[in-house]
């Protein structure tokens, strides 16, 4: 592993490169950029570039080896759902007085930690935010730099707050990095203290290269599709699973039709049992409803006379049949209306999840 491996987004990498030759990197970085840009992973292989022990210059500039413990442990972060995935499990085990007070960290190095948004309100929390401060003062022990990677920027008032704090005085051999898919989202007073760096989507032709690349065994329309679903992000394109997209797609296009129709409910029950609840079925949930939204997008596109832009080109003539049905007004309206459910799920992920629910704010009557 090297920077050799992040695809896209060259210019920024190499200001970040160039940054870490200088000895002048911010101790405050926001790494902006859509879902899937790559802005965890530069940030790991930032703090492993930050640590390594051998440090190797590639291109004239600083990389690290990917080899030496302090490269190794800190890869161990990368799969960062499964490390969350534990912490969560983990958590759970604990006793109720112990849970409440148990907040989510994920570390693998003892000089870089990664603070997620902490279920069930996936917001970063002030006592997150504490144990950073109670941390960062300390110098590091194994390494040359401290890395903070918060992974959302999702932050409760008091959080941010204490964050600014930080961001006021921070040592000298600290980094703070805070991921965003929009900058906006952060408080004024955090971005004009930290340096914001922008990640772009790849276009088409640059994912699919990089599909190419992974994915050799793949048909070259499987490819062209898994591009264009991909919408610019590689972590999307690389850990595509196009068997459960065409699944869920497929309950999902009942979910559409049902609700155009609005009578005829057996087959949304049907699939409403393969739903459950807990953590698979939640991911399963979010799946469909991406795909419920791409699917809104696509009918919108043809609705507007540009079928050149439908990405779901497999599905065109179902697609092609519903866009007269639906219309442009409940199209519109649609997405909207299905994001408020999605708000309601999010606020109490342990309710029992129903598709009906999805059915019902689309119903067009
Ligand atoms: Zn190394």
Known sequence: MAFSEFHGNSPIVRQIREMLARERFPHGVILAGPAGSGKYTLATMVARAMNCLEQPITGGLPDYCG???NCVRIAQLV???????EAVEAREGLKETEKKETRLF???????????????QMMIKVDQV????ENIY???SEGRERVFIFTDAAFIKEAANSLLKVLEEPPEFATIFLLAEDAGEL???IRSRSMTLQLRRLSLPEIEQYIAQQRPEWKPAQRALVAKLSEGAVGRARTFDLAAYSAAREHALTILRTAL???EHTE???ITETYRAGVEGREKTDLLLRCIYSLLQDLLFLDSGAPERVRNTDVLPQLQKLAPEAGFEWLASASERLAEVERGLRRNLLRSLSLDGFEAALEKN
Do not use: E
Request: some cysteine.
């Open 67 to 69: 080899r030496c413990s």
């Open 79 to 85: 799969d960062l759902d499964t490390r969350v995935a």
């Open 106 to 120: 994920i570390q693998t190095h003892p000089d870089v930690l990664v603070i997620p948004p902490d279920p069930p």
């Open 130 to 133: 504490r144990r950073v401060i």
């Open 138 to 140: 300390f110098r590091p």
């Open 187 to 189: 408080l004024p007073t």
């Open 261 to 263: 129709h609005s009578g």
């Open 268 to 270: 949304l029950f049907k």
